[in-house]
């Protein structure tokens, strides 16, 4: 898979998790930060610390890493695999 169709596949995946329930597209920061992150790490659980503190900061809640790692997991494998576990 090209990097900008893994990419443009992170974005939908980030976007449709909506751990807040804001509804999609509240999350252009957090994703372009995660996205970043996803490219950078290949820890399931450290991609899940990242996730966890990007959207602490800009919501000032914490997400259960439990939920974290969840999305970590889909992420990893949309960027090694070219496949998403939906």
Same mark, same amino acid.
């Given at each position: 898979? %090209?990097?900008?169709?893994? &990419? !443009? !596949? !992170?974005? =939908?995946?980030?976007?449709?998790?909506?751990?807040?329930?804001?509804?999609?597209? &509240? =999350?252009?920061?957090?994703?372009?930060?995660?996205?970043?992150?996803?490219?950078?790490?290949?820890?399931?659980?450290?991609?899940?610390?990242?996730?966890?503190?990007? =959207?602490?900061? @800009?919501?000032? %809640?914490?997400?259960?890493?439990?939920?974290?790692?969840?999305? @970590?997991?889909?992420? !990893? %494998?949309?960027? &090694? &695999?070219?496949?998403?576990?939906?």
């Amino acid at each position: 898979m %090209e990097m900008q169709q893994t &990419n !443009l !596949l !992170l974005v =939908y995946t980030l976007d449709q998790w909506d751990p807040f329930g804001v509804g999609p597209g &509240n =999350y252009v920061t957090e994703i372009a930060d995660t996205i970043q992150a996803v490219h950078d790490l290949d820890d399931q659980m450290e991609l899940a610390r990242r996730i966890q503190a990007i =959207y602490e900061f @800009s919501f000032e %809640e914490v997400i259960p890493l439990d939920n974290c790692k969840e999305i @970590s997991v889909r992420l !990893l %494998e949309i960027k &090694n &695999n070219g496949s998403c576990a939906m």
